[in-house]
């Protein structure tokens, strides 16, 4: 991806792409008309936490009270047409709470440890690791968990960050270093040249891909996995997601989608607050009134 100046078109609030006024974002019900203030895309569902902490589930076309209880933060990720998505979630204290299926009912079963973030992809590694489940305690240290052994183990390393997609595990110190999981040593690699002036926000996609913003100068950066190193893009963006729904991103809250075909961002219709891309679940966002909304095209 070499289109330097559709990139710095973002900043400018100009599109290089023309948008197509069938291609956007709708409004989707919540039980109740509850405000939300998190959604979660995955692979084959798509949750949401009311401002009060509870979460909810779309169910056919409309977002529904799952359980009573009250988190901060939920995760789901990792399923398909032949497995189901993985849905995690923390609280206020940082205890962590996985969800299953109990009939129509849901429960939300507490996981030994405590963590400050959990992120949640598939898993292609061995019987143990079904799912790729991470976490980071507000110490930055760095826990996966054992399907097995039903623990999050400790691995080695420090970060701030991570993020799961494709397999592959990537995360960031709370500096400008980016670093990557090697599962055949156990530890992350660091990537070398480092192009971040602060601390990048990352995202990973389904394939591998990954995508990078620094903090510092709200640049846009894919990784080139044949160079080895990152590609600078231009600016700028705030916010930068990739899925199996494609590669999406907010300028402030204007919304963009990558077009391959084009090689450009194409606006789209809209004005959100956050985004949530999933590997097969929708493209999904809210806005500042709370209110939720699903990416829908003819």
């Known amino acids: ?57 779309l169910n056919g076309n409309i977002f529904v009270l799952a359980n009573s209880i009250s988190l901060s933060q939920i995760k789901v990720g990792g399923g398909n047409v032949a497995q189901p998505d993985e849905v995690w979630g923390l609280n206020s204290l940082g205890d962590i709470f996985r969800a299953s299926r109990s009939g129509p009912s849901w429960t939300f079963a507490r996981v030994p440890g405590s963590l400050d973030l959990v992120e949640v992809g598939p898993g292609y590694q061995d019987s143990c ?16 968990y054992n399907y097995c052994t039903k623990q999050f183990q400790q691995q080695p390393g420090f970060l701030c960050d991570i993020h799961v997609g494709g397999g592959d595990i990537w995360g960031a110190q709370c500096g400008p270093n980016v670093f990557r999981f090697n599962f055949s040593t156990g530890v992350f690699d660091q990537i070398t040249p ?8 990352l995202s990973v996609g389904p394939n591998g891909e990954v995508w990078a913003i620094d903090t510092s100068n709200s640049v846009l950066y894919e990784y080139n996995d044949f ?15 990739a899925g199996g729904n494609g590669v999406w991103a907010l300028a402030n809250s204007n919304i963009y989608r990558w077009e391959p075909s084009a090689l450009g961002f194409e606006q789209v219709p809209g ?28």
């Open 227 to 241: 160079s080895g190193s990152f590609t600078d893009l231009g600016c700028c963006a705030s916010e930068i997601h």
């Open 129 to 144: 690791h079904p799912y790729e489940v991470w976490g980071l305690n507000t110490g930055s240290e760095i826990f996966r």
């Open 194 to 201: 480092d192009p971040f002036g602060a601390f990048p926000q």
């Open 271 to 298: 004005a959100l607050v956050s985004l949530s891309v999933g590997s097969g679940g929708g493209v999904w966002g809210i806005n500042s009134s709370h209110q939720v909304f699903a990416f829908s095209t003819p």
């Open 1 to 57: 991806m070499k289109n330097n100046v559709t990139i710095l078109a973002l900043a400018l609030g100009i599109t290089c792409v023309q948008s197509v006024p069938a291609q956007t974002f709708k409004r989707v019900k919540v039980n109740g008309n509850a405000p939300l203030a998190q959604v979660a895309s995955g692979g084959a569902s798509v949750w949401a936490l009311a401002s009060n902490g509870n979460p909810y589930i």
